[in-house]
């Protein structure tokens, strides 16, 4: 049983503190490329056919974080470091993940968020249902 | 933000249940490919395992630096990535099971003087005041509406009911 250490709060980012709106987001250019760049003639046939791929996409991904949730998960991130973790939960747009019992060379950090961007991987099993 | 990013989901989409190898900061991963998520482009896969288990990987879309497609799935390796993520316990229907299953929400609906419409190709979806529709099996979980109190009503109705030939 590891006894988590205190919590560490880290100086805020360069992000601020407003939730905001960005328009280098991927979320923001997902939606609005379509409007904005001009490639190609945009019609209403290939717009619903690239939704119907965008929403079964993103459900199949959804459920796979869901079924990641109280699972250990290894992250893979940059400068070689890897962590164990319990996954909790994701925010919408997959820019941070939120763990549990995050192993770290400092001691087990009870709560802790991950950076999207700074991971490469990350990987768990799961028991196949068949 | 790289070319795999900067794909659309229908090319996404084509990656689907295909074994791929991915190159991502100097590393190389390998399986089938479940999904990408439209959001991040972060491509989730899967290798089943013997003994029941499966490790799944993903890796981050902005990380990714080439994928290359390695061999094609076949529709039972579909049905395999498939039914890992899906709820388990998701039971198929016969058609007359389904038939009984909607002629029974309908009489349970009339009953309680509900006004629904029955649409779709094979007049399978049953759409209730315009609001909600219902699909197939028909169940509380089957509703779908953008109004919430509509939709918390006609589920609590549908779960009161009395039944015909449940297969419960």
């Known amino acids: ?130 | 933000m790289n070319e795999w990013c900067r794909k659309k989901p229908l090319e996404w989409q084509e990656y689907v249940n295909k074994e791929v190898k991915v190159n991502a900061a100097e590393q190389e991963y390998e399986g089938w490919v479940f999904t990408v998520d439209p959001v991040s482009a972060n491509i989730v896969l899967v290798n089943l395992k013997d003994g029941g288990k499966a490790s799944v990987m993903a890796v981050m879309g902005h990380a990714v630096e080439a994928v290359e497609v390695l061999r094609e799935g076949d529709s039972s390796m579909a049905d395999q990535l498939t039914s890992l993520f899906m709820p388990a316990g998701a039971q198929s229907y016969s058609r007359e099971e389904l038939e009984n299953r909607k002629s029974c929400l309908r009489d349970w609906l009339e009953k309680n003087r509900i006004p629904f419409t029955e649409q779709g190709a094979q007049q399978e979806t049953l759409c209730v005041a315009g609001v909600l529709t219902v699909n197939p099996p028909y169940g509380p979980e089957d509703c779908s509406s953008s109004n919430e109190i509509i939709l918390s009503r006609v589920q609590h109705l549908i779960q009161s009911n009395p039944g015909c030939q449940q297969d419960q």
Request: charged fraction near 25%; charge should be neutral; glycine fraction near 4%.
């Open chain 1, 1 to 130: 049983m590891k006894t988590p250490v205190c919590v560490l709060r880290l100086p805020r980012g360069p992000d601020g503190t407003s939730r905001g709106f960005d328009p280098s987001s991927a979320r923001y250019q997902a939606l609005c490329t379509p409007t904005i760049s001009a490639s190609g003639p945009v019609d209403c046939v290939d717009l619903r056919s690239e939704q119907r791929a965008r929403s079964f996409l993103r459900e199949r991904y959804l459920r796979s974080l869901i079924a990641m949730v109280k699972r250990n998960v290894k992250f893979t991130m940059y400068e070689k470091v890897k962590v164990d973790a319990v996954f909790a939960g994701s925010d919408i747009d997959i820019l941070n993940f939120q763990v549990e019992d995050l192993e770290t060379p400092l001691g087990v950090q009870k709560e802790a968020l991950i950076r999207c961007p700074d991971v490469i991987s990350y990987s768990f099993e799961i028991d196949s249902s068949l």
